[in-house]
Nanobody, 118 residues
Framework: VQLVESGGGLVQAGGSLRLSCAAS????????MGWYRQAPGKQRELVAS????????SYADSVKGRFTISRDNAKNTMYLQMNSLKPEDTAVYYC????????????WGQGTQVTVSS
């Protein structure tokens, strides 16, 4: 599985961005996809996740009500719509895909920078 993110950039506080993650390869094997982020000096954290059918989503408390995760299986693409952005949302955002086998297999994209100015 290969993952390529796009859509990051610089935005003012209160603005919006939409991240995309295009998946290729054995996409039919993916069970869960998610967005993680890592700010300088901090650990990588889960922002939002979505199941393969798109029927179940979950969000970090810090983004609930502001971010929306979705996926278009026909396009093998996952999205993260980010509204009401705050300076504390500044981070590198990573796309993740998980395959549930005898163990969990993780695939990662290269990351895309999101910078929110105050």
């Amino acid at each position: 599985v290969q993952l390529v993110e796009s859509g990051g950039g610089l935005v003012q506080a209160g603005g919006s961005l939409r991240l995309s993650c295009a998946a290729s390869g054995s996409t039919f094997s993916i069970n869960v996809m998610g967005w993680y982020r890592q700010a300088p000096g901090k650990q990588r954290e889960l922002v939002a996740s979505i199941t393969s059918g798109g029927g179940s989503t979950s969000y970090a408390d810090s983004v609930k009500g502001r971010f929306t995760i979705s996926r278009d299986n026909a396009k093998n693409t996952m999205y993260l719509q980010m509204n009401s952005l705050k300076p504390e949302d500044t981070a590198v955002y990573y796309c993740n895909a998980q395959l549930f086998r005898l163990r969990v297999i993780d695939y990662w994209g290269q990351g895309t920078q999101v910078t929110v100015s105050s």
